[in-house]
Each structure stands twice: as structure tokens, then as C-alpha cells.
């Protein structure tokens, strides 16, 4: 067993036990988000930094209301 913390612009955004190490350029979900591990640091015998970068969110633009009626 591996405690993994996967790290994001120095931000941990995970940190889990797992048996298996993931590798460079896999594809990840992490919190519901899509993610490519970037590099695997080995700190000591049980703990392994991950490196990641999330899919960015692209937000949709909500319409604006023309409302030209009078108001009473």
C-alpha cells in the first residue's frame, strides 16, 4: 500500500491509499474532474507525489434578458 497525494499547482487535491502507482501520462478522475498525471515523485518507500493538471471547466454564458416591458 501507497499513500498517493495528487498535486496541483502545489495544491494537494487528493490524497489516497492505493496499491497501484499511476503512471505518466495517464488519464485520471479526480472529484468528478478529468486529470493527466504530469510526473510521479518517489518521497520515500510509501509515499509518492503526483503530479496532475485538471481539464478546465468552460462555464456557458448565460443569455441576457431584454425586458422592455413597463413595470407597474
Given amino acids: ?41 518517489v518521497i520515500n518507500e510509501r509515499t509518492i507525489h503526483v503530479n496532475v493538471v485538471r481539464e478546465e471547466i468552460k462555464k456557458k454564458q448565460q443569455p441576457v434578458l431584454d425586458n422592455k416591458k413597463k413595470k407597474r
Fill in 1 to 41: 500500500m501507497f499513500t498517493v497525494h495528487f498535486i496541483e499547482n502545489k495544491n494537494i487535491l487528493l490524497s489516497q491509499l492505493l496499491q497501484n502507482v499511476p503512471s505518466v501520462g495517464q488519464d485520471l478522475k479526480i472529484k468528478g474532474r478529468k486529470a493527466k498525471v504530469l510526473s510521479v515523485n
